[in-house]
C-alpha cells in the first residue's frame, strides 16, 4: 500500500518561509508526475506547484517568483520551498503523486498558517 507523509507545515508571520517535504512510501511504480495542491476554509482545492519526471514546472499565478517546488526522484519524495509567505497562503496542503499508470496518491495534508 503506498502512503506519501507530509511533514514541514506549521506557523509562520508574513514574510517567513517554510519547507513542506513529501515522501512516497510502499510499492510504487515510476512516478511521472508529482506535485502540491492547497485547500484554504470554504474554498476548493487548488493546484500550487507540480513538476513532472522531466523536470519541467508549473505554478499557480499567486505563488510564482515565491515558491519552488523539487524533486528527489530517487527517493520518490517532492519538496515545496515557500518563501515571502502571506496571509493568503493560509490553506491545507496536500502532497499528490501520479504514477505512470494514471494512478493518483495524496498525503493526508498539512496546515500553513501564515499571520499578519
Known amino acids: 500500500q503506498v502512503q506519501l507523509v507530509e511533514s514541514g507545515g506549521g506557523l509562520v508571520h508574513r514574510g517567513g518561509s517554510l519547507r513542506l517535504s513529501c515522501a512516497a512510501s510502499?510499492?510504487?511504480?515510476?512516478?511521472?508526475?508529482m506535485g502540491w495542491f492547497r485547500q484554504a476554509p470554504g474554498k476548493k482545492r487548488e493546484l500550487v506547484a507540480r513538476?513532472?519526471?522531466?523536470?519541467?514546472?508549473t505554478y499557480t499565478n499567486s505563488v510564482k517568483g515565491r515558491f519552488t517546488i523539487s524533486t528527489d526522484n530517487a527517493k520518490n519524495t517532492v519538496s515545496l520551498q515557500m518563501n515571502n509567505l502571506k496571509p493568503e497562503d493560509t490553506a491545507v496542503y496536500f502532497c499528490?503523486?501520479?504514477?505512470?499508470?494514471?494512478?493518483?496518491?495524496w498525503g493526508q495534508g498539512t496546515q500553513v498558517t501564515v499571520s499578519s
Open positions: 510502499g510499492s510504487i511504480s515510476s512516478i511521472n508526475l
Open positions: 513538476i513532472t519526471d522531466y523536470g519541467v514546472t
Open positions: 499528490n503523486m501520479v504514477d505512470d499508470s494514471l494512478r493518483s496518491y
